[in-house]
């Protein structure tokens, strides 16, 4: 007994003499680290892995050091703790709480069952179970009252984020394999040097969208883990907003713009990169986080940061290294900065709804101005979520066919009731509503007038929930005995019980502007924004309700046609512009340019398109093929419809027919499947007689 406590004493002296030991190392490190730390983010000294998904967005990811967790054999796994030599060793993946220091039989078991049998493998690579505390589960309670809790999780060995359960790490590299990266992020054979580390010693990765470079936390698509949030799938969302503002910004400028939710900052720093001196652009946020990662990406992207409103004049333009642009960062909450102060062009991108920030983007906005919403509750607008719908916009909806054009029309709704609180009227002149996103752009037009006549396009929806037929309740303070007589379709006579229900109320009017949206696909065109040309060209043929639409550009000439989607569009070339140097000396006054922009907004409206789709497959005959989507366009045009394609669904049809006009073509040119079914049978007994 004497012999075992002498060579006990003896581990745990040795033991005390590596925790010196390391103690002075992470010392060392943490020197080192402090000395890294006063080097800039944006030093060109940096030699970022630059990679390039389908998107065409170009992101590089700075070269860090690979976790302890990513392994490819046991041996790389049993070698992080020497386990031949004496004394209870410490796990390399585990905290001293959830595994306490054993010997190394022990270690070296608890290494092959635990870690090493639950992983996730990737080209060769292991991620190994990690209990490090490397992520931490927020507590709802205070910082002062509890701490995190440590969450098991897995090392991705592409990005370095941190996934928690399994399933979801898969689904991760799935991702990444249908973007095409399939690069680790480290390289241990490299020596180049590190910018300066992230909090939790990760790395920052550098992105560049439509010019535009911009840095992100490894962890940025995950809003409730991060400050600075970022999602690529909303690129098409940043496009059109940019389209919306270069044709506001030819009307007038320079233009007071307002990103109220900046995040990274990008969509601010896309418009002052490429519209220069048109816009006066403020990026706000309400995060300390947020603030600081905008202005270093104002840095990297060489655009001077404004402490305040004066003094926007660039200084030294014609310099190499003078700033391209101006742009104000201010930490504010949006709603008290929309108070303060007007603006001409307001966009609202928060996480989730939008509805409260509405009364305080009407309240300041400048008459002719446009108002922006992007909304991302796509459980409550698509019918998910019922009771957070009646709680957020105050309408009754349920689950149909036209479910995204009927979110489009709930938001259009509450847009149009906080516009009306202000005594100010809109003018709709997008709706786009996609898979992640809503988006509408409306027109701010002053005066309870026009407040009054946007009011009245607010109307409840009468919709048949057999046949999915649709109307608008008629306007009026009639007491009507019967509302099933609005209904065309007969569904009430021949079903019984109630079988319409009333939805809303939802805006009723048109949700496109086919001047606007030309405008729009102009300014597509000269910023070389591919990626929405095609969806721009769909909503300007659903906004007049066709289906072949020639698109002429102004100041453009038209060489050769190409068809998409059945609209015939003709691929563009810029041409040598008109002398305008008799109009260069003259000013117009404000009176002109507000009388110029009322005419334009005249000239814009066109024949209201038809209220909703229909889906070829939802109404389809059982038993029959349906005729292809562009010959059933053709034929409903020869019938004498109206008909376009609609950007809410790939197999919906726009048309002013009716339910029961709209089966009837449809059953006209379906062919029976079960035709050649009798004689197949027939042959098939003959067989079974002789046999």
Not at 14 to 28: A, L, P, Y
Not at 92 to 103: D, G, R, S, T, V
Not at 248 to 273: S, V
Request: glycine share 6%; aromatic share 6%; hydrophobic share 35%.
């Amino acid at each position: 007994m004497a012999e075992l406590r002498e060579e006990d004493a003896e581990q745990l002296h040795q033991e005390d003499v590596n925790i010196k030991d390391t103690e002075s190392e992470t010392n060392k490190m943490l020197a080192e680290s402090e000395v890294c730390e006063q080097v800039p983010i944006h030093e060109p000294s940096t030699n970022p892995v630059k990679m390039e998904d389908k998107n065409g967005q170009t992101s590089s990811t700075v070269v860090s050091e690979r976790h302890v967790s990513i392994q490819t054999t046991l041996e790389g796994l049993e070698g992080l703790v020497d386990l031949n030599g004496a004394g209870r060793k410490s796990c390399p993946l585990c905290p001293e709480e959830k595994f306490k220091a054993c010997y190394s039989h022990k270690l070296r078991r608890h290494l092959q069952n635990l870690h090493w049998k639950v992983y996730v493998e990737f080209e060769g690579q292991r991620m190994c179970i990690c209990h490090l505390p490397c992520r931490q589960l927020k507590s709802s309670l205070g910082s002062d009252q509890a701490q995190g809790r440590l969450v098991a999780h897995y090392h991705c060995v592409v990005c370095s984020v941190t996934i928690a359960r399994k399933t979801d790490m898969i689904s991760h590299l799935k991702r990444h394999i249908n973007k095409g990266e399939t690069e680790a992020s480290y390289s241990g054979s490299l020596d180049v040097p590190f910018e300066d580390p992230v909090p939790g010693g990760q790395a920052y990765e550098i992105m560049k969208e439509l010019g535009t470079n911009v840095q992100l936390l490894p962890n940025h698509t995950t809003p409730q883990k991060t400050d600075t949030y970022f999602s690529r799938k909303m690129k098409t969302n940043r496009q059109l907003v940019f389209c919306s503002l270069a044709v506001l910004a030819e009307e007038r400028n320079p233009l007071e713009c307002l990103d109220a939710f900046g995040a990274t900052g990008i969509m601010g720093l896309q418009w002052a990169k490429h519209l220069r001196n048109s816009v006066k652009v403020t990026i706000n946020d309400i995060n300390e986080a947020c603030v600081k990662m905008i202005k270093e990406n104002c840095h990297l992207n060489h655009i001077r940061v404004e402490g305040n409103r004066t003094g926007r004049q660039l200084d030294g333009a014609g310099d190499a290294d003078s700033p391209i642009a101006s742009v104000e960062a201010v930490k504010m909450d949006a709603n008290v900065i929309m108070h303060l102060r007007p603006f001409d062009y307001i966009h609202l991108d928060p996480f989730g709804t939008a509805v409260n920030y509405l009364d305080a983007a009407f309240r300041n906005v400048r008459n002719l101005g446009i108002v922006s919403v992007t909304s991302t509750d796509t459980g409550s607008l698509y019918s998910k979520s019922l009771n957070v719908t009646l709680r957020h916009y105050g309408c009754q909806i349920v689950r149909t066919e036209y479910y995204r054009e009927l979110a489009a029309r709930m938001v259009l709704a509450s847009v149009a009731r906080a516009a009306a609180r202000c005594n100010k009227g809109i003018e709709v002149l997008l709706a786009v509503a996609l898979e992640h996103f809503v988006l509408v752009v409306v027109r701010v037009l002053r005066g309870p007038t026009q407040a009054d006549e946007s009011s009245k396009k607010l109307r409840q929806l009468l919709h048949c929930q057999w046949c999915e037929e649709r109307v608008f309740l008629k306007p009026g303070s009639m007491v009507e005995e019967n509302l099933y007589r609005q209904l065309p379709c007969q569904c009430h006579g021949s079903m019984p019980g109630k079988t319409a229900v009333e939805l809303g109320p939802i805006w009723a009017g048109p949700l496109f502007n086919t001047g606007f949206l030309r405008r729009m696909l102009v300014a597509a065109v000269q910023h070389n924004m591919e990626d929405i040309q095609p969806l721009v060209k769909t909503l300007i043929c659903e906004a007049d309700c066709t289906t072949l639409k020639p698109f002429s550009v102004p100041g453009y000439s038209a060489l050769s046609n190409q068809v998409e989607c059945g609209v015939v569009i003709k691929t563009l070339q810029k041409v040598e512009e008109a002398d305008t140097s008799d109009q260069a000396g003259k000013r117009k006054t404000k009176g002109e340019d507000s009388g110029n922009v009322l005419k334009k907004i005249k000239a814009d409206t066109s024949l209201e398109h038809p209220a909703f789709y229909y889906s070829i497959h939802r109404h389809s005959i059982r038993g029959m093929n349906m005729p292809k989507l562009n010959k059933f366009l053709q034929y409903l045009t020869e019938a004498g419809f109206r008909v376009s394609r609609t950007h809410f669904d790939p197999t919906g049809v726009r048309t002013d027919a009716t339910l029961a006009q709209f089966k009837e073509v449809l059953t006209k040119y379906s062919v029976p499947t079960y035709s050649s079914t009798p004689q197949s049978s027939t042959v098939g007994s003959d067989r079974r007689q002789t046999l």
